[in-house]
């Protein structure tokens, strides 16, 4: 997602649109459910819940978004001090782990950020050619899927096929990257 799309983004949430949201959870819901199993050493109860949390606080915090920063990175702060909450109000942690956790400066979260992103980078390589390009323009580049059609000539729904498809490969290996413990 390009840094213009994302500004687009929050302030349509800002604006309360709904649609915006949906859009801003399909494209880092899975960041930040990784992350938050990252910090929870693979609690998926506890970080489905953090999610959740994590997309109710921007619906209602939007307007705190700096725009001079990267929304992975303000994403994954907010994940964090969610979880760090979480595990206070929780009798499962101890203060060490919870102490652990605030510690985490936001220099490690955007290093958490560059691994997930290079992973992710090296995944969207390993998919088939038609696949790949469409991902790329539209989550790297920024462009519409009518864009892509336009830019490809090919049909619309051709483009749809091909990112579902590829959106599909790219989950499907994070869930791998969980399960093998890369994503902790």
Known sequence: MSYRDENRLIKEIQEKNLN?????YRVFGRLVFSYALKLLNGDRYSAEEITQDVFM???KKAHLFDQSKKLSTWLL???KNTTIDYMRKSSKF????IDK???IRESEV???VAVMTNQLKEEIKKL???QRKVIELMYIQGHTQKEIAELLNIPLGTVKSRVKLGINRLRRQMQKWEVQGHAK
């Open 20 to 24: 915006a949201l949906d859009e801003l």
């Open 57 to 59: 606080k921007i619906w």
């Open 77 to 79: 702060t907010i994940t």
């Open 94 to 97: 101890t203060k060490v782990d």
């Open 101 to 103: 956790l605030a510690e």
């Open 110 to 112: 955007d290093l958490d």
């Open 128 to 130: 088939p050619p038609d």
